[in-house]
């Protein structure tokens, strides 16, 4: 099992270039990266999944290919207010086709209390995930 961290605020940045193995030593430097960085600035969630698909290599774009990627984590604790796609509808729309081919579940958890649920919801639903709402 491998790992890839992508965190999303106002841009877009990921832990490192290529999947890592999913061992401790990684675990720990993932937690240790995360909490450096903290909470901040708005909510590029669209860019913050689109580069998450895109570590899915030629499987995400091609469906004779096996994909590197088959879940998805996105954790939020707000509704999407930066980036390119802000709109709910045209993200749904847009995750849709990107990941028509490939299959990727898309779990999703949101955090705190301000925060579109109802989108989060569909945004797993209609991706093969699920939807947990953290409010503590």
């Known amino acids: 099992m491998a790992d890839k961290v992508v965190l999303f605020n106002t841009g877009v940045v990921t832990w490192q270039k290529k999947m890592m193995p999913a ?14 960085r903290g909470p901040g600035g708005a909510t590029n969630l669209f860019e913050g999944l689109e580069r998450g698909f895109g570590f899915a290599g030629r499987g995400s774009f091609d469906k004779h290919y096996k994909s ?10 707000g509704s999407p207010t930066a980036g390119r796609v802000r709109a709910t509808g045209a993200i749904l729309r847009e995750i849709g086709a990107i990941n ?22 569909r945004l797993a639903r209609e991706n093969a995930g699920d939807f947990v709402h953290v409010t503590r």
């Open 68 to 77: 590197a990627v088959d879940t998805i984590f996105l954790l939020s604790d």
């Open 23 to 36: 061992i401790r030593v990684n675990k720990d430097a993932i937690h240790k990266w995360v909490l450096e």
């Open 100 to 121: 028509d081919l490939r299959r990727i579940a898309v779990h999703t958890v949101g955090l705190g209390r301000q925060l579109n649920v109802a989108f989060l919801r």
